[in-house]
């Protein structure tokens, strides 16, 4: 039913102490094909899946881990301390905003939120949310920003493509229960802004 | 849709009533003007692409005066924007475009300020959707403990990781524990100090085996900048970092490493 | 397949630093009784058995916890490597005064950091993170140091140019100042006396 290599690969992500790559799986498991290792991967995925135990393997920062499920997390954290404190709105529509406009100055994001950003993104810089990726090529050569590998890891996101598509614009009044709207299904095949923005790394 | 416009008088007052109770509490929930401007255009159910500019403004200033007899600190963004929105407000009290030109497309003055809201919103939504996810380390968790066999053989180094935040904060941390004198050039006014330039000089001497003067005032040929780079180039030139060389008579001046990079060659230097 | 809370245990043991005792789970979760604790984790440690995968449920020390299976070991210990090291703090200090001060001497760091920064220098220099620019022409002739290319590369830095200041990092926790205008223009047929408006105080 399990396969050897799945065993293998298991093992790997399992002691891994952060998410581990298809790329480098590939290259410590170097005897096997990548294609096999593809599917051994998604095979354990799927199992997972239907089995619904206490934790899953799933794909963030560009990586695979074992994280537990989200809907048992009232129990989990019976016996383990929250270590990821509650996001602000400013902090959330700053990261937002450097998430998807990424390189962005401070002036850029002040002029889309109206407000002095400098606090929050020094405290987003703190958490390791943000990083300062250079200087752009203008007068001033002001700092510009982008988000980090961490913010892909403690937001759940396998890469910045699978940021929550932005609304389309439209009027307010059209759907004003943005509160309690779903999560966006993702269109890899969309033209989204990002296709533009630096790759990671 | 315009409704709001017609009724606003009739609204001003009981709406101000409400002022206290509702945003007493949510002061602080507004999170600059663009968060309280969204705020009003759903509160009075306009369209965010053709809202009354006269309803929100009064509001908008309303508002202001709220906070202030709160004694709430008025953050200077918020006045930023209550002038733009006079600003606008006037423009459209103006006499609309000449007659005699009538290809020239009417400009909505708000346009601006509609894309930046409409702009804004998605942004504001998708912080809340990001924030709605299932965070690692909060609702999330992965695996803590380490295997027993493998904390034995962990010794070796793997590939370094730090960012540049932290590299700048461990350099102001620093500068905070030591006295001031220790250093010169800390905090420069708004110049161009010595050592960025040689800094900038070593990287470009990094990238090409020569480097000549003009190059470096090229992009900036003022007289400060001129000078801080002369500077530069002599301390450069006295460390024996660099050579200099002028072509004939008033020819450019050229500058190649004294050195070369590999620190294996540094012992006959 | 696998009862609910099969999954709660899971999930506890999973994330437990150390092995979790039957008594500690059984107080965690006291809404069920000892019997239903008993028997769930007796059923996933047969589960895990039966399936072979890369880890399984193992009673060591008197608790609970995942291991890898020790056949897999010669694969686990290959990735071992990939487990970054972080910089000390006495590294990144001196880093930063190198990057910041280039090009300096070791006396010069070590009058800044007060303590003396042969060994870091060294390893700074193994790590390729800081090169020899030179001699100094002084009594002595002491080595220049400077920051290296893979220096930039770690940091994703075009150049040292892009390094940000120390201004720019401070400028995050200042306010913008707004200059100060002595009254703005409003319609004077206001209903409200306009100049409470706009407090500039």
Redesign the interface.
């Given at each position: 039913?399990?396969s050897e290599l799945?065993?293998?690969?298991?093992?790997?992500?399992?002691?891994?102490?952060?998410p581990?790559s298809t790329d480098?799986i590939c290259e410590?498991?170097d005897e096997f094909e990548r294609d096999q290792i593809k599917s051994a991967l998604a095979e354990t995925v799927t199992h997972y899946q239907g089995?619904?135990?206490?934790?899953e393997l799933v794909e963030?920062a560009g990586g695979w881990?074992?994280?537990?499920?989200?809907a048992?997390?009232s129990?989990?954290t019976?016996?383990?301390k929250?270590?990821?404190?509650?996001?602000s709105?400013?902090a959330?529509?700053?990261?937002?905003?450097v998430?998807?406009r990424q390189p962005i100055t401070?002036a850029e994001v002040e002029?889309?939120?109206?407000?002095?950003c400098?606090?929050v993104?020094?405290s987003l810089?703190?958490k390791?949310m943000v990083?300062?990726?250079?200087?752009k090529d203008i007068p001033g050569?002001?700092?510009i920003y982008g988000t980090?590998k961490e913010f892909l890891?403690?937001?759940?996101?396998k890469d910045l493509k699978s940021?929550?598509t932005?609304?389309e614009?439209?009027?307010?009044?059209e759907q004003?229960q943005?509160?309690r709207?779903e999560?966006?299904q993702l269109e890899p095949e969309r033209s989204f802004p990002l296709e533009n923005v630096l790759p990671f790394? | 849709m315009s409704a709001g416009a017609q009724c606003h008088h009739e609204e001003h007052l009981p709406l101000l009533d409400g002022f206290h109770e509702q945003y007493s509490v949510h002061l602080d929930k507004f999170d600059g003007p663009m968060d309280l401007l969204l705020h009003l255009i759903k509160k009075n159910e306009l369209d965010i692409c053709d809202i009354s500019i006269a309803v929100i403004t009064r509001q908008y200033l309303d508002f202001i005066k709220l906070m202030k007899d709160l004694n709430l600190e008025v953050a200077g963004d918020f006045l930023v924007m209550a002038a733009t929105l006079l600003q606008i407000k006037s423009r459209q009290l103006l006499p609309q475009g000449e007659p005699e030109e009538p290809e020239i497309e009417e400009i909505d003055p708000r346009g601006e300020l509609v894309r930046r809201l409409l702009e804004y919103q998605q942004y504001k939504e998708a912080g809340m959707l990001i924030g709605a996810r299932a965070l690692l380390g909060r609702e999330v968790f992965s695996r803590e403990a380490s295997e027993p066999f493998l904390a034995a053989a962990q010794s070796v180094e793997g590939p370094l990781e730090v960012s540049l935040f932290e590299l700048v904060d461990a350099f102001r941390a620093l500068l905070q524990r030591i006295p001031a004198e220790s250093f010169h050039d800390v905090a420069p006014g708004d110049s161009l100090s010595i050592a960025d330039c040689i800094n900038e000089i070593l990287s470009l001497l990094q990238e090409r085996d020569i480097v000549q003067f003009d190059d470096l005032t090229r992009d900036e040929y003022t007289r400060e900048r001129v000078i801080v780079t002369l500077l530069a180039v002599l301390e450069l030139c006295r460390l024996k970092l660099i050579r200099i060389f002028q072509g004939c008579g008033d020819g450019p001046i050229w500058f190649v490493p004294a050195v070369t990079a590999d620190p294996a060659d540094t012992s006959e230097v």
């Open positions: 039913m399990n799945s065993s293998i690969i298991e093992s790997l992500i399992f002691t891994a102490e952060s581990l480098r410590l498991l089995r619904g135990g206490g934790f963030v881990q074992f994280r537990t499920r989200p048992l997390h129990y989990v019976r016996h383990i929250t270590r990821t404190s509650k996001f709105q400013s959330l529509e700053t990261l937002a905003i998430a998807y401070r002029h889309l939120r109206g407000v002095d400098g606090g993104l020094k810089l703190e390791h990083r300062i990726l250079g200087k050569r002001p700092l980090s890891e403690i937001f759940g996101l940021l929550p932005l609304r614009i439209q009027a307010l009044d004003p943005y509160e709207q999560e966006l790394e | -």
